[in-house]
């Protein structure tokens, strides 16, 4: 079993800055891909960035220049940090990973979801 435990989330005014945490626990053979996702309220869950285990990186068009996603292996720990934040970030953000348990076992597993609230 692997858990995704998510931290860093919470109210900023806009402009400001946050970083979001997920570290990746349990019985892992490797993590191929990690990614951050999120949902607003009456909207579908979407990307936001995601990274592969070599580091090669993908954004939604909407947080390029402003998010950054990293990664540290020897800790499976993922990290989004995002500045100049704007009201429409606001949303819940679940932290994802591709995680291979075995030869020919890989799962995708998701975090429980950190609130990330931004005002005008």
């Known amino acids: 079993q692997v858990q995704l435990v998510e931290s860093g989330g919470g109210l900023v005014q806009a402009g400001g800055s946050l970083r979001l945490s997920c570290a990746a626990s349990g019985t892992i053979f490797s993590i191929n891909s990690m990614g951050w996702y999120r949902q607003a309220p009456g909207k579908q869950r979407e990307l936001v960035a995601a990274i592969t285990s070599g580091g090669s990186t993908n954004y939604a068009d909407s947080v390029k220049g402003r998010f950054t996603i990293s990664r540290d292996n020897a800790k499976n720990t993922v990290y989004l940090q995002m500045n100049s934040l704007k009201p429409e970030d606001t949303a819940v953000y679940y932290c994802?990973?591709?995680?291979?348990?075995?030869?020919?076992?890989?799962?995708?597993?998701w975090g429980q979801g950190t609130q990330v609230t931004v005002s005008s």
């Open positions: 994802n990973a591709i995680v291979r348990v075995g030869v020919g076992e890989e799962y995708d597993y």
